[in-house]
């Protein structure tokens, strides 16, 4: 992605892009939002049900687009809202026939044990349930020993839930590398000219969509 010089300002020895807010002024130094109901950012865009009253399932549109053409994507999105994850549940069902993440790496490559990092205390509630949850579904499995150890990174959203990662720099090093993982932006963008609607899919929770394979 390239940032105009002109649309960024200087804070301190950080460059932030122009329009994006520092966490520094929505959260405090123990990580708490300091304004528990945040506005929503996208002026042009609306919240829409595709589900039932009491199982919302919400999707983003334009508020631009036309009444047909937003009856049309209502209707198509509502008969094939089965084939989306609304939560971690819906990932139970997944096929690991049809494909699963092995993770390749570099031959003669030593296991790394990343040391223990402390948390904010504040914190191990809402990621000791998150944790629990991911367990309790069958996403994670418990082991006691292992040859990888990767630190958990919470990383604080927008609408100031707690979002869990991995610290994976010590296994990106020593994994193999996919040089064209993905088709130049250029390409993509030749293949939409003409168009008049275009769509986006944003997926639910990342890479644990997929599950990893056994042996990795």
Not at 18 to 47: N, S, Y
Not at 119 to 140: A, D, F, T
Request: charge should be positive; aromatic fraction near 8%.
């Amino acid at each position: 992605m390239q940032i105009n010089q002109m649309e960024v300002f200087q804070l301190k020895d950080n460059v932030i892009p122009k329009g994006l807010i520092p966490l520094e002024e929505l959260f405090d130094h123990d990580d708490v939002a300091r304004k528990p109901t945040l506005q929503p950012i996208e002026k042009g865009v609306e919240d829409v049900n595709i589900g039932t009253t009491e199982h919302a399932k919400m999707v983003k549109m334009s508020k631009a687009l036309p009444p047909k053409v937003k009856a049309k994507y209502i209707s198509l999105l509502s008969s094939f809202a089965y084939v989306f994850a609304w939560d971690y549940s819906n990932l139970k069902t997944y096929d690991t026939n049809i494909i699963q993440h092995t993770i390749s790496i570099k031959p003669n490559q030593k296991p790394f044990r990343q040391k223990l990092r402390r948390l904010n205390p504040k914190l191990l509630p809402s990621i000791e349930k998150e944790v629990n949850r991911l367990y309790e579904l069958g996403i994670i499995v418990p082991i006691h020993f292992s040859d990888w150890i990767s630190n958990l990174v919470p990383v604080r959203k927008k609408t100031s839930e707690i979002r869990l990662c991995i610290d994976f720099r010590n296994l990106n090093t020593v994994s193999l590398k996919d040089n064209y993982p993905l088709p130049k932006m250029d390409h993509i963008l030749q293949r939409v000219v003409g168009a008049s609607l275009m769509s986006l899919l944003d997926g639910y929770f990342g890479y644990n969509q997929i599950l990893v394979h056994e042996d990795d």
